[in-house]
């Protein structure tokens, strides 16, 4: 298969969903050697936070010199962002020709992978065959059934913050989830969690007890803030100074103290990682669509949250540095999303809203979506096509406006794409 036959076969299989299990994983890595057992992981779980904590510390493992595999979800603009070997996307070729071998295996199977499920396989064979001396392993859905747990142990599980989310797979309580994404913590590994509700922590704690696990926590009251611009933050983290992220948003302290504490379980476990290494990694760290400014004038910015817990962290954000100023949104969102609370969040920011249904079968209308925000008291506008919210975003925004784009790390690539395309 060429690079567009690959895309199209890994698309064709997308009917069958989220379908949650090991079955399928474990029988299609046994044909394809195992190649999981030659690696090593960090093994990511949690409702937001995932993303920018792993390329935190995919940044931090480059600059003390090891070879990093990444592996996330979603992708922003390319499919080829899932799979990175030091911040350099899988090539189309060699994702076309790993696809083209695993395919026969997959095509035989009765059972056949998720969608999923074949790209943790295309992963894992990727990251082997280039012989990563670690891979940041983000987890899709959960965590002791997703698909990335077929990996037998990790350097360290990391568990960023757990909220309500996907209830219908992972359970209907926080301390429910807590108990499901738990299921990556392995016998006598090291585990980091990210400082949070005392029921989620009791209920990692006592799964970090049973497989004799060392238990870290974060620590976000020794990230102490110094500043922010539009284009990093500042703080000190104990008796390190003048710590500079890229990644603007208040919620981002706490994904750094996660990191953070990440890069000590590791150090504890022998790694070999400099300050100036954890100095540098943090202010190189990329990664877009997370409060991401794309234009200065007018100011442009466009962030992934997409559940109540992820908007609120970002309302905190726009918050701290636009104080009280009113913000045009673009706004679109999955029908299967508490998008009411979602909306009693941003709306008090809102001057207006701009409509847009994502490129996503599982995507609210945007007619849908305006009629509830026009029944909450905020003005709001229904696009025909993502292209059309942008331009009409340029056109009614006044000096010193800020447009603000977010609900769906969906649309993000298409806002992203078309700007770049024509302005």
Request: one cysteine or more; charged letters at 25%.
């Amino acid at each position: 298969m060429n690079y567009q036959e690959t895309l199209e076969y890994i698309a064709s299989i997308n009917w069958k969903g989220s379908v949650l299990g090991l079955e399928r994983i474990r029988e299609l890595m046994d044909k394809l050697g195992n190649p999981q057992k030659d690696l090593k992981f960090i093994h990511i779980t949690g409702t937001n936070g995932k993303g920018s904590t792993a390329a935190f510390l995919s940044s931090v493992l480059i600059e003390a010199g090891y070879k990093v595999g990444l592996f996330t979800s979603p992708y922003i603009e390319v499919f080829n962002e899932r799979m990175q070997i030091n911040n350099c996307n899988i090539s189309d070729e060699e994702l076309a020709e790993i696809t083209t071998y695993i395919r026969p295996f997959a095509d035989a199977m009765e059972d056949k992978p998720t969608e999923f499920e074949l790209n943790t396989a295309i992963s894992l064979v990727y990251f082997q065959r280039n012989q990563c001396d670690i891979v940041v392993f983000e987890v899709g859905m959960g965590g002791e059934l997703d698909s990335t747990n077929v990996i037998d142990f990790a350097e360290v599980a990391v568990f960023t913050a757990i909220g309500l989310d996907h209830t219908e797979e992972l359970g209907d309580t926080i301390e429910k989830i807590a108990a499901t994404k738990a299921g990556i913590i392995k016998k006598n590994c090291r585990v980091v969690l990210c400082s949070q509700a005392d029921s989620v922590s009791s209920v990692i704690r006592k799964k970090c007890w049973e497989m004799n696990a060392k238990l870290f926590v974060s620590e976000p009251k020794q990230v102490i803030f110094k500043g922010v611009t539009i284009d990093q933050q500042t703080f000190d983290y104990k008796e390190m100074k003048g710590l500079t992220i890229p990644l603007i948003g208040t919620y981002q302290m706490e994904n750094v103290a996660v990191a953070l504490k990440v890069v000590e379980a590791l150090r504890d476990g022998g790694w070999n990682i400099s300050d100036e290494a954890l100095r540098i990694g943090l202010a190189r760290t990329k990664w877009p669509g997370r409060f991401e400014v794309i234009n200065r004038d007018p100011l442009f910015i466009v962030d992934g949250a997409h559940n109540p817990h992820g908007i609120r962290a970002t309302k905190s954000s726009l918050v701290s540095i636009f104080k009280d100023k009113k913000l045009i949104f673009i706004f679109g969102v999955m029908a299967d999303k508490d998008y009411p609370d979602m909306l009693d969040e941003i709306l008090p920011l809102a001057k207006e809203v701009l409509c847009v249904t994502p490129d996503n079968p599982r995507a609210l209308s945007a007619e849908d979506l305006a009629r509830v925000i026009q029944e909450k008291g905020v003005f709001s506008i229904v696009n025909d096509s993502i292209g059309n919210a942008v331009d009409k975003a340029f056109e009614r925004a006044q000096k010193d406006d800020v447009i603000v784009a977010l609900g769906s790390l969906y649309m993000i690539g298409d806002i992203k794409k078309y700007k770049k395309s024509k302005y």
